[in-house]
């Protein structure tokens, strides 16, 4: 069926490097991408979201960028920070009142 | 900012027993959500909400689970008899248009 997931599990990156975190998705309907932060014990975070007639949209420190041609979404943290460690998850949805699928999700670790 | 509440934070709660976990959306917003998950694992999508009926259910929500919206402020999520693989942690979301979900804290059941 359609799903969406995760290139990369786990990753580590020294304080103040960027990180990218990947996801694929696999449903061409898809019209609305979110990355979420997942800290221990807490529920998802809103990070950014980004819409299908755009492919790349940015935030304070982060950036997601879309490839609709390879169904393909990233999310870019700039100079990461320990604060930004967690799990980190993309989501996808398809407008309506179609539930969010969720990616596996990739833990990031900042390493000080 | 809004928020989505949800009580209790953690349940524990012995195989069997029939458990309500409670939700408060955001005031002004039309669709509702459950979803769970499995430590360690995703964000599963387990029932969503509109217009006071469920509009769309996964393979998860099977006859042991039921929502409801008895008041124009809560909505909860009532496991009939609870087995082992319930435990989980449970969010609640909501949404007031097309996109923008918000995600409660979550609670964490615990079956024994």
């Known amino acids: 069926g359609e799903s969406v997931g995760l290139h990369l599990p786990t990753l580590s990156v020294q304080e103040g490097d960027n990180s990218i975190i990947n996801c694929a998705y696999s449903?061409?309907?898809?019209?609305?991408f979110i990355w979420y932060k997942q800290e221990s014990g807490k529920g998802p975070q809103f990070i950014i979201d980004?819409?299908?007639?755009?492919d790349k949209r940015q935030g304070q420190r982060v950036t997601v960028l879309l490839n609709k041609t390879v169904k393909h979404l990233s999310l870019q943290i700039a100079a990461t920070q320990p604060g930004d460690s967690a799990v980190y998850f993309c989501?996808?949805?398809?407008?309506?009142?179609?539930?969010?699928?969720f990616g596996k999700g990739t833990r990031l670790s900042v390493i000080a | 900012e809004p928020e989505v509440t949800q009580t209790p934070s953690h349940q524990v709660t012995q195989m069997g027993q029939e458990v309500i976990l409670r939700c408060v959306p955001i005031?002004?917003?039309?669709?509702f959500y459950w979803y769970r998950q499995i430590l360690g694992q995703k964000v599963e999508f387990l029932v969503s909400?509109?217009?006071?009926?469920?509009?769309?259910k996964s393979e998860i929500f099977d006859d042991q689970f039921s929502v409801e919206r008895p008041d124009g402020s809560n909505f909860t999520l009532k496991i009939r008899s609870t087995k082992l693989e319930d435990s989980a942690m449970y969010f609640c979301?909501?949404?007031?248009?097309?996109?923008?979900?918000?995600f409660g804290s979550g609670t964490r059941l615990t079956v024994v």
């Open positions: 989501a996808e949805g398809s407008g309506g009142n179609t539930p969010l699928v």
């Open positions: 909400f509109y217009n006071n009926e469920i509009s769309e």
């Open positions: 979301a909501s949404r007031g248009g097309y996109y923008g979900y918000t």
């Open positions: 980004i819409r299908s007639n755009m």
């Open positions: 449903n061409s309907a898809s019209d609305y």
């Open positions: 005031s002004n917003h039309l669709y």
